[in-house]
């Protein structure tokens, strides 16, 4: 199930702890054009979905093609803890990550051995 644009513009607006009137300050619009993208009364345009990106630090394709729901379906995830843990993984240094990769490899590393003994 794919997120409607409006559905992935408010999720990750309140990923961000955003109200529509903040986001509306942070790009120099009113409300109204927030809530209206949001219901899907309107779209933005191209320039207004970059503006939008920057404000709320994604890209343009993470704000088109899905927010967390997208993310669930992909990963197959319900743990609604883990899924807004990964989305903030954005938020992480390079060294983070890799840091985050390795303890990641170790724990899968010893899930596949514990399966393979218990069979």
């Known amino acids: 199930m794919v997120m409607a644009l ?3 513009i408010a999720e ?3 990923a961000r702890n955003l109200t529509q009137r903040d986001l ?5 619009v009113s ?3 927030i809530a ?5 009364r309107s779209q933005p345009r191209r320039k207004a979905l970059e503006e939008l990106a920057e404000a709320l630090e994604v890209t ?4 088109t093609s899905g927010g967390k729901e997208s993310l669930k379906v992909a990963l197959d995830i319900e743990d609604k803890e883990l899924l807004s843990l990964l989305q903030e993984l954005r938020n992480l240094s390079g060294k983070e990550l890799e840091a985050l ?4 490899r170790g724990l899968l ?3 596949r051995i514990e399966q393979s003994l218990q069979a």
Request: charged residues 35%.
């Open 6 to 8: 409006g559905q992935n």
């Open 12 to 14: 990750l607006r309140k």
């Open 24 to 28: 509306a300050q942070k790009l120099g």
């Open 31 to 33: 409300q109204s054009h």
């Open 36 to 40: 209206r993208w949001e219901t899907e």
């Open 60 to 63: 343009v394709e993470e704000i």
């Open 101 to 104: 990769k390795t303890v990641l």
């Open 109 to 111: 590393s010893r899930s």
